[in-house]
């Protein structure tokens, strides 16, 4: 299984949190009991745990469905002036993408800010949309198509003196516990994360919201979270995601040394038995789970399900919207014996280097039959 990115698998940790949290802890968090009370203050005790792990422990965190919703939340319900501007990068997962272009049809001035070639944010083009208009910007931390790290802290750098009344969100959904950073050094107002890209449970997700920014209720009703995510909360969910958030923490250094070492073999075996290929992927500049590689002469989709015939799953971008994965083929501006061939393979700790082995085995026989195939 190659395609972390789109989701991961739970670990056992998490599993057992989850089953054991489902019969037993089934009393609601709000009622007045004290087995509700006992269960809110577990969530309260989960909720602190990620806030940790963030480096965020002065800010609030809501919990909510994922990072779709957490993405939703932190574009459409920010104090945004009339007529004012919205900067949202180029390349961002579609549920940014798309609350970007809802904004514009409400009539605010969205401005997308254009990406380099490996998938990043062009910091100069970015710094030229900045102005005292801009109400919000929205730029991912890592790029979900290629792993590309976007320097955030120093995009805030330039957001809060050139734009000081901006709020500044990042979908971090893709760097949370894949790379090392804190949300209080990175100085964002916003930032969304999920729980199944880190081996916790699918339907529960967060955004973490800095002291003093101000945001909106996302849905009303009985006033958990605070007032501001109204609905009976889902304690084994949040429970399983935090001890998925505290597993990986305890992992961490050793597993991103493993699957740095991983991706560095693979890239070794692609050049030892595959020819007509590019690697997309900046590999100083990227998180070590996601390598991108565009090859030549065949389409990325024809790959991937040939490869699925030997139980070798991997990506073809983003898993959530076949127009997304097309849009940001364009965006790359790749030659046209490679554009439609691009495979996003994604790891985690644990791939072993006999998979790599496989896989790469698979590729190029897959490749020469399906090039061969191609040219008759």
């Not at 968090?29 to 806030?51: C, H, L, M, V």
């Not at 009339?82 to 940014?96: M, P, Y």
């Not at 750098?157 to 050139?162: E, G, I, Q, V």
């Not at 849009?327 to 280097?353: P, Q, V, W």
Request: overall charge negative; hydrophobic content about 40%.
């Amino acid at each position: 299984y190659l395609d972390n990115v789109a989701t991961t698998a739970m670990c056992d940790e998490a599993y057992e949190a989850l089953s054991g949290a489902l019969a037993p802890a089934f009393f609601n968090p709000s009622a007045r009991y004290k087995q509700s009370a006992g269960i809110a203050w577990q969530i309260d005790e989960d909720r602190n745990a990620i806030k940790q792990a963030l480096c965020g422990a002065d800010g609030a965190l809501y919990f909510c469905s994922g990072g779709t919703e957490a993405n939703n939340w932190a574009l459409t319900c920010t104090k945004k002036r009339k007529n004012s501007r919205i900067i949202v990068g180029e390349g961002e997962h579609d549920s940014v993408f798309a609350c970007a272009n809802e904004l514009k049809n409400q009539g605010y001035d969205v401005s997308f800010a254009p990406i380099l070639r490996d998938g990043s944010v062009d910091v100069d083009a970015f710094k030229a949309l900045l102005d005292e208009d801009v109400a919000l910007v929205s730029i991912m931390h890592v790029s979900n198509e290629t792993g590309t790290i976007n320097d955030i802290a120093r995009l805030v750098k330039l957001t809060r003196r050139l734009a000081p009344s901006a709020v500044f969100h990042s979908d971090g959904v893709q760097a949370f516990m894949k790379l090392p950073f804190g949300v209080r050094a990175l100085d964002v107002d916003l930032y969304s994360i999920a729980a199944h890209k880190l081996h916790g449970p699918k339907g529960i997700g967060a955004l973490y919201v800095k002291k003093g920014t101000y945001i909106k209720p996302m849905i009303l009703g009985g006033g958990q979270e605070k007032g501001m995510r109204s609905g009976t909360e889902s304690f084994p969910l949040i429970h399983s995601f935090a001890t998925a958030v505290e597993a990986c923490g305890r992992k961490f250094d050793k597993e991103y040394s493993q699957i740095l070492d991983l991706r560095e073999y693979f890239c070794a075996k692609l050049a030892e038995q595959i020819e007509g290929f590019e690697v997309i992927t900046p590999l100083e500049r990227s998180v070590p789970n996601i390598l991108t590689v565009a090859f030549a002469d065949v389409r990325g989709e024809v790959l991937q399900h040939s490869l699925e015939e030997d139980g070798i799953l991997v990506g073809t971008g983003s898993a959530c919207a076949t127009h997304h994965v097309d849009r940001f083929k364009k965006l790359l501006r790749l030659e046209e014996r490679y554009a439609e061939g691009l495979i996003r393979f994604s790891f985690c700790g644990d791939n072993t280097k006999s998979e790599v082995d496989k896989t790469v085995s698979a590729i190029a026989t897959k490749l020469d039959a399906l090039r061969r195939y191609a040219r008759v």
